[in-house]
T-cell receptor, first 118, second 114 residues
């Protein structure tokens, strides 16, 4: 069975602090995708990153960075110098491969609500 | 706007009534997904289409739920004889199939059954 666990339900930080959101996943698949989505108060899920299981290189995009460690089944997300606009619920998700008829659906974690205070 | 659009954004209905939601995916996307999200939880997969074919349905999708995607374009999700437990946000997403893209989500339809 596939499962995604985000143990941190809520995190509160002060602007300009760095914050790391944890994500641990379970899957029997040897190839899979991992994702992070942001859900602001407006409700729409916004895609942040997709990482495939072949590639364990860390990725940085502006103030965002992701640390994928296959050995510990973790895909953590760090926001550097947080801003008030980063306040949202963040979801980690897992998917099978897309190129067959069974892949593509996302298994989401329960989300971490991040509150960045000025 | 070329994103995924859902209609209506909000729906309040009485228990026992039928409701139908519509999703218009990004035009070149051949995969379309429906998810349900309850308060404080992550979205849960309901069903998905590859073009007009419905390829998978979650066991969450009881007999009262039906989804269609005629001609592989827009999709509808109908809930018959609504129950209070159906109150949730219903999210639609679309993607390119074949390993070519991530899923893009609409803003959702919030259903309240009273």
């Amino acid at each position: 069975a596939q499962k995604v666990t985000q143990a941190q339900t809520e995190i509160s930080v002060v602007e300009k602090e760095d914050v790391t959101l944890d994500c641990v996943y379970e899957t029997r698949d040897t190839t899979y995708y991992l994702f992070w989505y942001k859900q602001p108060p407006s409700g729409e899920l916004v895609f942040l990153i997709r990482r495939n299981s072949f590639d364990e290189q860390n990725e940085i995009s502006g103030r965002y960075s992701w640390n994928f460690q296959k050995s510990t089944s973790s895909f953590n997300f760090t926001i550097t110098a947080s801003q008030v606009v980063d306040s949202a619920v963040y979801f980690c998700a897992l998917s099978g491969i897309f190129w067959d008829n069974q892949g593509g659906k996302l298994i989401f974690g329960q989300g971490t609500e991040l509150s960045v205070k000025p | 706007d070329t994103g995924v659009s859902q209609d209506p954004r909000h729906k309040i209905t009485k228990r026992g009534q039928n409701v139908t939601f519509r999703c218009d995916p990004i035009s070149e996307h051949n995969r379309l997904y429906w998810y349900r999200q309850t308060l404080g939880q992550g979205p849960e997969f309901l069903t998905y289409f590859q073009n007009e074919a419905q390829l998978e349905k979650s066991r969450l999708l009881s007999d009262r739920f039906s989804a269609e995607r005629p001609k592989g374009s827009f999709s509808t999700l109908e809930i018959q004889r609504t129950e209070q437990g159906d109150s949730a946000m219903y999210l639609c997403a679309s993607s390119l199939g074949g390993g070519r893209g991530e899923a893009f989500f609409g803003q959702g339809t919030r259903l309240t059954v009273v």
